[in-house]
């Protein structure tokens, strides 16, 4: 809202912050309500549609928050080592193809693991060992054959956990490579402490994400699956404001101007006119 409604937060970081923020809510909105009802409780109970429906959205929102980071590494790759071509290579239209993508691939995956597992038959017992259902847990449960689903689902990691990695890691050593040029020591420090904590989010997050999902279902532990996967559902949503929004000065100075005018309108935008 706040990049939507100031004019200082146009560039093109802030518009895909934009979106790595409507990523946040709906992957928290799908896991969280559903997490701390069971927590609170020490279970619940969830039907088979809708546990079908969250691993749906979750997977399609997890999908597009991996393609958003790789698009967000690019941009400050652009910013940082081509800065005198950024603004003719990084114009609207790229950047709106750069934001739709995730979005539409993100819910491509997502439909081809609720097409495999809307086939499946499911037998007793009918526990989820998990505050989530997640895709190695709903295996488990399973009658059917899920042999292919696994093959396809290990096949998936590649362009989608992997290739992102490996180029956001590309990125940032040229990136790291750039700011090692720069001769003032406060601007060298500023850089870094950006680059650091974005590189602390996306290790977590594909980190875990490739121990889960690259793991066959028959060798996972549901232990090991509880454990780890709070570290991107839960712990990702609630480190990127922190990193991106909180630490950073234009989004606070932007935030205290709108709260500032939206004060002054609620207080004096009503005035009471007199007739002549």
């Known amino acids: 809202m706040l990049v939507t409604k100031s004019r200082s937060l146009k560039s093109p970081m802030y518009f895909f912050l934009s979106h790595l923020s409507l990523s946040d809510i709906l992957l928290t909105f799908t896991i969280t309500p559903n997490m701390l009802h069971v927590v609170k409780n020490r279970g619940g ?4 549609t809708d546990c079908i429906a969250q691993l749906f959205f979750y997977s399609g929102t997890t999908t597009a928050e991996c393609l ?21 290579v990084m114009d609207k239209k790229l950047c709106s193809h750069l934001a739709l993508w995730p979005w539409v691939t993100g819910f491509i995956v997502a439909l081809v693991l609720f097409s495999f597992v809307c086939n499946f038959t499911f037998c007793g017992p009918y ?33 989608f956990i992997i290739f992102p990695l490996v180029f956001i890691s590309f990125t940032y050593i040229s990136i790291l490579i750039n700011i090692l040029k720069i001769s003032s020591t406060c601007g060298r420090r500023k850089a870094f402490s950006t680059c650091s904590s974005h590189l602390i989010v996306v290790s977590t997050y594909y980190g875990t994400l490739l121990n889960v999902y690259m793991i066959p279902s028959n060798l996972y532990s549901y232990n090991v699956n509880k454990i780890v996967s709070p570290l991107y559902t839960v712990g990702t949503p609630l480190l990127n404001p922190i990193i991106y929004s909180l630490r950073n000065q234009e989004i606070k100075a932007a935030l205290c101007k709108l709260l500032s005018t939206s004060f002054t309108m609620r207080t004096f935008g009503h005035m009471v006119k007199l007739k002549p």
């Open 127 to 159: 526990i989820i060992d998990h505050y989530l259902c997640d895709l190695a847990p709903l295996l488990q449960l399973t009658c059917t054959d899920h042999f292919t689903l696994d093959i396809v689902d290990f096949i998936m990691t590649i362009p």
């Open 68 to 88: 958003l980071l790789t698009v967000m590494s690019y941009d400050r790759y652009m910013a940082i080592c081509k800065p005198l071509h950024y603004n003719s």
């Open 45 to 48: 109970f969830i039907s088979v």
